[in-house]
């Protein structure tokens, strides 16, 4: 029913830029928060960024001042700049919506396939 879309994933040099986009689809009524999560080979998957409806953000400590995540609430997609990234950013990135569907559905979580990034040192 809903489909999320991620690209913008890659190799890129520590100290480099990288921009990851996520774009959802499909039977959608509503998005409430948008957010971008990684995984790292070994570790758990984490909470990197989130983005309300309304334009709140929330940032992992690991990433402040460096990621700066946005939205067009009109093309239901959400981005994730990447900026100084650094070897420890490596992961596979995935994105994430809470999704109503209808109106009369509640808010559900749905997630991307994943993406990969790599930052070489």
Known sequence: QVQ??????GLVQAGGSLRLSCAA?????????MG?????PGKQRELV??????GSTNYADSVKG?????????????YLQMNSVKPEDTAVYYCNAEVATTWLVGLRDYWG?????????
């Open 49 to 54: 960024a989130a983005i309300s409806s309304g």
């Open 25 to 33: 689809s499909g039977r959608i009524f509503s998005i409430n928060a």
């Open 66 to 78: 460096r990621f700066t995540i946005s939205r067009d609430n009109a093309k239901n997609t959400v």
């Open 113 to 121: 396939q994943g993406t990969q990034v790599t930052v070489s040192s």
């Open 4 to 9: 999320l879309v991620e690209s913008g994933g």
């Open 36 to 40: 971008w999560y990684r995984e790292a």
